[in-house]
């Protein structure tokens, strides 16, 4: 990556020094502005480059960037969960499926009070100060359900576990963590109905999730319950 950006610093350099000298000969700019052009325009790009370098900075760091499209453009990873040659401990299977119980329950729970299919509130989206605490919660326990179901020598509940989203906490509340930046994208308002349509749709996206974390509970239950494959 260094090396690319070198070569295309100096093609770029290049190009502005070659064109403003040129019209710097033809009389239409200053001599000393033609010859100086390309140094002005690429040093605070220089400066820029030498300071984040010196701080040990990850402005050359590619996954950053596609980080930032797909929370832009509200894409995620998907899961995989393969199965481990070595395992430690064996998943709980007695205490699991009680587990999985709360968990759809606290699912069911969530979807019936929040109605997140129904159009948000316009006001409420951009003056929302507060984080959504229990899908922080859901999505912690599914996590911590996940890794130790992870454990499992059986192949089929593996590929159950694939299935679970990777739940967005954030996205369905506002579009910033900061408060003034709410507000002004609220107030200016083609920005403002971008973020309340992203947002309505990550709430849809949301009451699928859920929908999918209980269906994918009563698979695994039903998994467990079989014991066919647990010795």
Known sequence: MPVVVSVLIFVI????????????????MN????????????????????????????????????NFFRMLLGLRPSRHVFKKEVIIEDPDYTRIPIELDELCNACNEYAARHRL??????????????????????????ERLIEELSNS???????????YPILSTKAHKSPFNNQWLNLLAGIIVPVGLFFYFRIWRFSIRLDKDLKNIIHT???????????????
């Open 31 to 66: 001599m000393i502005l033609g010859v100086w052009m390309s140094s002005l325009v690429l040093a605070p790009i220089g400066a820029f480059f030498t300071y984040k370098s010196n701080n040990d900075s990850v402005v050359f760091n590619a996954e950053i960037y596609i």
């Open 153 to 163: 020598k059986d192949g089929v509940l593996l590929e159950y576990l694939n299935k």
């Open 117 to 142: 299919t129904n159009a948000p509130n316009y006001i409420r989206i951009f003056t929302n100060k507060r984080h959504d605490d229990v899908i922080a919660g859901i999505s912690a326990k599914m």
């Open 13 to 28: 350099y290049y190009i502005i020094d070659s064109g403003a000298t040129r019209v710097a000969k033809s009389g239409e």
């Open 217 to 231: 509970n009563r698979e695994i239950q039903e998994r467990i319950n079989n014991k066919s494959f647990i010795i």
